[in-house]
């Protein structure tokens, strides 16, 4: 059974940068597609970025297209959301998730448990 835990989240002003980290334990990562989403308060949970088992292929959101930066070490076990440029409407609890299957929708079979991040104006 794979476990993912968020950190990297926090607070920080309009412009500024954070850096999301997703670890895994139970089980190598380096089979999975991996993604992360986000979730504001009121609003359904959106995928923010995804990427594929050996880092080829990836995917973003138009929302985020030119900020965000999803990368992957799998000898770390590790996924990574690099955000700059942020904006108050990226304000939300962000979630990484895998599975086996690519998609870009929220239908991942493992999840984290989130992390927040809140962009002040």
């Known amino acids: 059974q794979v476990e993912l835990v968020e950190s990297g989240g926090g607070l920080v002003q309009a412009g500024g940068s954070l850096r999301l980290s997703c670890v895994a334990s139970g089980r190598s990562l380096s089979a999975y597609d991996m993604g992360w989403f986000r979730q504001a308060p009121g609003k359904e949970r959106d995928v923010v970025a995804t990427i594929s088992p050996s880092g080829s292929k990836t995917f973003y959101a138009d929302s985020i297209k030119g900020r965000f930066t999803v990368s992957r070490d799998n000898t770390k076990n590790t996924m990574y959301l690099q955000m700059n440029s942020l904006k108050p409407e990226d304000t939300a609890v962000y979630y990484c998730?895998?599975?086996?299957?690519?998609?870009?929708?929220?239908?991942?079979?493992?999840w984290g448990q989130g992390t927040q991040v809140t962009v002040s104006s």
């Open positions: 998730a895998a599975d086996t299957i690519w998609t870009v929708q929220d239908d991942y079979d493992i």
